[in-house]
């Protein structure tokens, strides 16, 4: 599974921005894709996700901000972020986890895409 990021940039504080991830290759049906973000001296953090059957969960810093969508036809998924703050700032992975069923249960097989740079300024 491949996955391509667009839409990162520069913005101020209280300013919005769009980011979209396509995934291809071999999809299958159940998996979740979303967002994780990762700041300089920090380790990577779930932002948001969504499973193919629509539900979501966000991170709690991000409640009410952003909003995660997807569109499974065509294996995209969009976070919209806006009230965007300083400490937003951080490159955002798109990941695709694609859920696996075998005998002993179901396993997840992580993608992640090389991720674009988001920096809001004070």
């Known amino acids: 599974v491949q996955l391509a990021e667009s839409g990162g940039g520069l913005v101020q504080t209280g300013g919005s921005l769009r980011l979209s991830c396509v995934a291809s290759g071999s999809i299958v049906s159940d998996n979740v894709m979303g967002w994780y973000r990762q700041a300089p001296g920090k380790q990577r953090e779930l932002v948001a996700t969504?499973?193919?059957?629509?539900?979501?969960n966000y991170d709690g810093s991000v409640k009410g901000r952003f909003t995660i969508s997807r569109d499974n036809a065509k294996n995209t998924v969009t976070l919209q972020m806006n009230s965007l703050k300083p400490e937003d700032t951080a490159v955002y992975y798109c990941?695709?986890?694609?859920?696996?069923?075998?005998?002993?249960?179901?396993?997840?097989?992580?993608?992640w895409g090389k991720g674009t740079l988001v920096t809001v300024s004070s």
């Open positions: 990941n695709a986890r694609m859920i696996i069923a075998t005998i002993e249960g179901k396993n997840g097989i992580d993608y």
């Open positions: 969504m499973t193919s059957g629509g539900s979501t």
